[in-house]
């Protein structure tokens, strides 16, 4: 974890053009539109339950942000132990929407290929490309798109696992689709920018 010393030596060494360009793209970003406004109280950290995971807090994170440090952002584990529980967002005096920022600043990190964890950006994509088809998260479908198909002894524990799950009914090998996969579709144009037919 950076100090607050090593983040201002690191500031200053970013030019001023590249750090005006982060924080105008940031701000275009979902939950990014008030960037800019953070006091750095604190309270997004001190009420966040996966902080003791993160390299930096979210507070640090809006700092970076605001000091135009993009790719120690993209790169941070920070934006993928966000749990998502909105707390931050509940609690901060600016009104700043951080759990969706997070959720940006993922996409964003799997756009340019910096995340640093395989296995955290291959959950990602996998639950989005499942949750995008099915309208709904399912489990198997989610497993067979995350687990490394190079390691055969993960994956006979994975189908061991599954099929004491399965007979438990624990689990579903059939993916169930939701009824109205119309209505998803146009929320998920509307959430990318796309225009209603």
């Given at each position: 974890?950076?100090?607050?010393?090593?983040?201002?030596?690191?500031?200053?060494?970013?030019?001023?053009?590249?750090?005006?360009?982060?924080?105008?793209?940031?701000?275009?970003?979902?939950?990014?539109?008030?960037?800019?406004?953070?006091?750095?109280?604190?309270?997004?950290?001190g009420s966040c339950p996966t902080r003791f995971a993160m390299d930096y807090s979210p507070t640090q994170i809006l700092?970076m942000i605001n000091l135009g440090m993009r790719e120690e952002v993209l790169r941070s584990s920070t934006i993928w132990?966000?749990?998502?529980?909105?707390?931050?967002?509940?609690?901060?005096?600016?009104?700043?929407?951080?759990?969706?920022?997070?959720?940006?600043l993922k996409n964003l990190s799997l756009k340019e290929n910096l995340a640093k964890s395989e296995t955290k950006s291959?959950?990602?994509?996998?639950?989005?490309?499942?949750?995008?088809?099915?309208?709904?998260?399912?489990?198997?479908?989610?497993?067979?798109?995350?687990?490394?198909?190079?390691?055969?002894?993960?994956?006979?524990?994975?189908?061991?696992?599954?099929?004491?799950?399965?007979?438990?009914?624990?689990?579903?090998?059939?993916?169930?689709?939701?009824?109205?996969?119309?209505?998803?579709?146009?929320?998920?144009?509307?959430?990318?920018?796309?225009?209603?037919?």
């Amino acid at each position: 974890m950076q100090s607050e010393t090593e983040v201002k030596i690191v500031a200053e060494a970013t030019p001023k053009k590249g750090r005006l360009d982060f924080i105008q793209e940031v701000e275009k970003l979902p939950g990014g539109d008030k960037v800019l406004e953070c006091i750095q109280c604190g309270v997004c950290a001190g009420s966040c339950p996966t902080r003791f995971a993160m390299d930096y807090s979210p507070t640090q994170i809006l700092k970076m942000i605001n000091l135009g440090m993009r790719e120690e952002v993209l790169r941070s584990s920070t934006i993928w132990e966000c749990s998502s529980c909105h707390t931050c967002a509940a609690r901060c005096p600016r009104g700043i929407e951080i759990t969706t920022l997070m959720m940006s600043l993922k996409n964003l990190s799997l756009k340019e290929n910096l995340a640093k964890s395989e296995t955290k950006s291959r959950f990602h994509k996998g639950f989005f490309e499942v949750v995008n088809k099915y309208g709904r998260l399912s489990e198997a479908a989610l497993l067979t798109k995350t687990m490394k198909k190079s390691d055969p002894k993960a994956m006979m524990h994975n189908a061991s696992l599954g099929l004491r799950l399965v007979k438990k009914g624990k689990l579903s090998l059939r993916a169930e689709k939701i009824e109205h996969t119309a209505d998803l579709e146009k929320m998920l144009k509307t959430t990318k920018g796309e225009k209603k037919q």
